[in-house]
Every structure is written in C-alpha cells, then in structure tokens.
C-alpha cells in the first residue's frame, strides 16, 4: 500500500503515518520525494482498517492499494492456472468442459433420460438442482433430497459426475453426500457462512457470480472458500443486472479473461441464465468458449414447454446436440478441444 502524503504534508504528519500502521503491525518505507513524501507499507492483504485510519489523517493525499484484497484467489501468488479434477474430468486444462442438465430435478424419467442424451451429445457431467433457490415462495422449490437421490442414479447410470444446488448450511451435509461438485448459486455469493462451510468440505465448489457482484467482490467471495482449506473453486459467470430488458441478465462475457488476468482459478460461463431465452443460448455458448472459458453449464430439458422452472432458457436434446459440434470448432479456433471426441462430433 503506498500512502502519498500532500505537499503540505510536515514532518510530524510523516511520523503519524508510520506510527500508525505500526499500531496496526505492519512495517513502513519512507521515500522522499521532490515535492512530497510516500510511505509504503508492507504486507499482503493489508486490512481494509488500516487504509481507511491512513486515509484520516491529516497529511495524506491518497491511500493507493498495490497489492489485490484476495490472495489466495490472486495470480500474484499463484501464476500458473489451477485445474480442478472432478473424476476423470479436468476444468481448467486445454479441454473445455460442458456440464449440461435441466434446471431443476423433477422426475426420475426426466433426469435419467437427460443425463442419457447429455452423455450422448457429449456433455461431461450433469446439472439439476433438487434444492431451488426461486424468487416466489410459491413456485417449484425442487425435490430435495428426493432430487439428489435421482441425480445419483443418474450418476450410475451414465457415470457423469453431479453439479447440484446447496442452499443453506442445514443443506450441506446431505448435499454433499450426494454431489460431485457443489453449486453455490447467484443468490449466495456473498452469503459467507455458506461459502465458509463449503470451504470446510473437500467438494469442489461451483460458484456463480452474484447478480450485483463486482468481480474483486465475486473473488473475495472465491477467498472466503479457500481460506478454509478448500481451494477447489471454480468460478461461473450467469449474467448480470443491468437497465436492460431484452435479457433476463446481461451476460458479461468480459468477465472471464478479467478474470483469467485476476485469478489462476478456472472460470465457466452459464449462458442460460445469463440468457434467459432458449434461442440466445446456442450463440452465446460460441461466445463463451471464444472469450476463453474453462466450461460452460447449460440448461436442457426433454420438453422445456413443461419444464417446472426456466423452461423459457431450455434447450431441447435437439437444439443441445446440433450445438456441440459447433462448440468444438471454436474450441479448436482458439486451441481448446471440448471434452468429447472431436471426430465424432467433425462426423455431424
Ligand atoms: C441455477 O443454476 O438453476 C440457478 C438458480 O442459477 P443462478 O444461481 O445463477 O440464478
Ligand atoms: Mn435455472
């Protein structure tokens, strides 16, 4: 942190500025410069106490941050990127990985049918949730631990591994009984508690940017995890609020190589919810994986018409499959492959 100190600054107000973050524990350099003095101070990640108490004081001009608030999230520690292995599947390599599934689980037909089709038009694992965060109280909440029942069958029976929803501290330990990765959704980015559990766990975790959260918020919310010991995180980005309408979110495809300069985690872009509408999906999934993502998490519904939550931001089996093929050319465009036999898919 470098404090610049006014031109007016005096010497007194020098030594206060020191004196200061060494009631806080941290050492200080002093430059002199030709018009007016700087103190650094030392140490990573300094309090946000520290730089509000220097910002006080009298002589200071300007408190400037040099080093990021996260650290164990940041590249400046870590500069080689992270791969998260979940079973044979690797996020965050050369292979880009799609995890596909409905929204939510509802039946025992709908889940094994479409984790049987993701398997086939070359998914590597499977999404649903069983507990659903919804904005009305009255809608479908999920299965609960019905659902995750479900997606274990699912699991056996195609060996995808599972992306399920965890909503609450109560929730954690069934969930994770059951999932292979668990979901951390818009709703709980900055729920700390919750991120403070899933950190405790040794699931990897998929955590979704919040709808208003900046992206050093979304990766202080990354820190809070792996400052529990847990530093399997794998960030999602699912749109944002914005004064737009025309999308359910606005899907901020920025957000990943900032977040590739930012962090060594790996990043996936969900463009259904990012969406909102089953037609912009396709396109934004191209969009995602030109712009750099590890991953993408899709909705799919064997009949989105009758799906009990974001039918309108489904893709059908159909519209899913004819878009994989695609995905791996551009995966190839910018040297990726998509974790499914590209000949298979270059045969379409
Ligand atoms: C979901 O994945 O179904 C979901 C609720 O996502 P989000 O938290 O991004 O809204
Ligand atoms: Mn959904």
Redesign the pocket.
Known sequence: MLIVMKTTATERDVQEVIARAEQFGFATRRVAGAERSTVSVLGSPLPDALREALERLPGVEEVIRISKRYKLASREFHPEDTVIRVGDVEIGGTEVVIIAGP??VESEEQIIETARAMKAAGASML?G?AF??RTSPYDFRGLGVEGLQLLAKARAETGLPIVT?VLSVADLDVVAEYADVL?I????TQNFLLLEAVGKTDKPVLL?RG?STLIEEWLLAAEYIMAQGNERVIL?E??IRTFETATRNTLDLSAVPVVKRLSHLPIIV?P??GTGKWYLVPSMMLAAVAAGADGL?V?VHPNPDQAL??GAQSLTFENFSAAMPKLARVAEAVGRTVRTPLAELAAD
């Open positions: 929204c939510s999404r949730g659903k965060p929803e979901q959704g818009a709703r709980n979704k709808m999602c699912r749109g969900d259904s919810h998490i909705e939550s974001d």
